[in-house]
Structure formats: structure tokens, C-alpha cells
């Protein structure tokens, strides 16, 4: 089993839609969270840490649920520029940071 | 200011060929990562400089992969003898690598180099 899991995707939706990925981790002494975007054939860029109140950005919150060791991304009144793969990305402390394979997201007009 | 830089951008080399890539991270830095993208694949971790020194190298493929840092600023990656399931794309990232905080340190990445083993 993978350290962290996402639904591959893809997600296709019109513009102005929400839409939720999740991503569940299965180390327990995760630490830290962070949602990472990645354009085609780009690096990936930070988008948000995730803190366990939850914390929101504009049109992008991010939750953590530690009972059930999972996070979320909800994308709100989605646009045309939110077309990227979003990676989760957990920390079990120091440098050892785990990527997940990543949600892709394709936003239509 | 400068961001995460890395050479070459490409790299096309035949089987059993010596490849180096190279990395400038962000000035004052002190964190180094180096990173694996395999075709629509996640990140695969490979290894971390904290300065020159590199804590934990268990996650280098194989003994055909080494890395180093030198002057806690460039670093080098080197495939030897080249198969062609080293054919990705290696990312390297650079973060503050402020004590204490590592875990939460905003790692930021090259544009990395995509490198072809044919």
C-alpha cells in the first residue's frame, strides 16, 4: 500500500463548479500536509499547507482529518486556469516528504 | 530573486552511458532534494542534503546512482551506466532548512531535467 493514496482522476468539470479530492495517508506520525499543483510538464508548486483547523485561500480550502487520516482540497467556482494535476504531500518529520501520484483536474468552458 | 535552477533541461543518452545533473538551489538554502518523476507517476524521494551532508541516501535506486553537494550550494546527481528505467524526469528542490521546522519548510522546485535513455 502506498504511503499516500489519491483518486488519479481524471475530474472534468465545467467552469464555476466545486470540486473535492481526497487523499488518505497510512503513516500515522505524519506531521505535516501540503497540497502541491503541477502543470503539464512543469514542477510542482506550492498551493496550500494544510493545518488540522482546516484553512482556506480564496477559492481553495484544505482539511485534515487525523482520526481518519485523510485530506481534503475543495476548489470553489473551479476556472479555466485550475486545469493541473494536484499532488498531496505528507511530512513525517525532518525532511521525509511524501508525494502521492497526484488528482488530475480538467476545468471546461 | 533566482529560483531553483537545474542542467541540462534535456538529456538524451544512450544505455550504459554516465549521466550528471546538475542543481542550483535557491542562494542561502541550506535544504537540498533531489526527486524522480516517472510518466504521469508521483515523486519518487531520492535523496536530501542538509549543507554537504546527506543524511539518509536509502532512497537512491540503486548503487548505480550518487549524489553530492558541494559548498552547501550546487549539487550534482550521477547515473552510471544508464538503463532504461532511469528514463524520467529529476526534480530538485531547495528549501530554507530552518531546524526544528524542516517538516513544515516550503520546498521550492527546479524546472528539472528530463532524461532519455534509449
Known amino acids: 500500500r502506498k504511503e499516500v493514496e489519491q483518486d488519479p482522476g481524471p475530474f472534468n468539470v465545467p467552469e464555476g463548479a466545486t470540486v473535492a479530492f481526497n487523499c488518505t495517508y497510512s503513516?500515522?506520525?505524519?506531521?505535516?500536509f501540503f497540497w502541491y499543483r503541477q502543470d503539464c510538464r512543469k514542477e510542482p508548486k506550492l498551493l496550500m499547507s494544510?493545518?488540522?483547523s482546516g484553512n482556506e485561500d480564496g477559492r481553495f480550502t484544505a482539511q485534515l482529518n487525523r482520526a481518519s487520516q485523510y485530506i481534503s482540497l475543495l476548489i470553489r467556482d473551479s476556472k479555466l486556469s485550475d486545469s493541473a494535476t494536484y499532488l498531496c504531500?505528507?511530512?513525517?518529520?525532518?525532511?521525509?516528504?511524501?508525494f502521492g501520484a497526484g488528482t488530475r483536474l480538467f476545468v471546461k468552458a | 530573486g533566482a529560483g531553483v535552477s537545474q542542467s541540462p533541461s534535456n538529456k538524451v543518452t544512450e544505455k550504459g552511458k554516465d549521466v550528471e545533473l546538475r542543481c542550483d538551489p535557491i542562494?542561502?538554502?541550506?535544504?537540498l532534494y533531489w526527486y524522480r518523476q516517472s510518466l504521469g507517476q508521483g515523486l519518487e524521494f531520492l535523496i536530501y542534503?542538509?549543507?554537504?551532508?546527506?543524511?539518509?541516501k536509502s532512497g537512491l535506486p540503486s548503487d548505480r546512482f550518487s549524489a553530492e553537494r558541494t559548498g552547501g550550494s550546487v549539487s550534482t546527481l550521477t547515473i552510471q551506466r544508464t538503463q532504461q528505467e532511469d528514463s524520467a524526469v529529476y526534480l530538485c528542490?531547495?528549501?530554507?532548512?530552518?531546524?526544528?521546522?524542516?517538516?513544515?519548510?516550503?520546498?521550492?522546485f527546479g524546472p528539472g531535467t528530463r532524461l532519455t535513455v534509449l
Open positions: 494544510v493545518y488540522s
Open positions: 503513516n500515522s506520525a505524519s506531521q505535516s
Open positions: 504531500v505528507s511530512n513525517t518529520g525532518g525532511f521525509k516528504t511524501i
Open positions: 528542490a531547495s528549501s530554507m532548512g530552518l531546524a526544528g521546522v524542516l517538516s513544515t519548510d516550503t520546498q521550492y
Open positions: 542562494s542561502g538554502h541550506t535544504a
Open positions: 542534503f542538509q549543507g554537504n551532508s546527506a543524511p539518509d
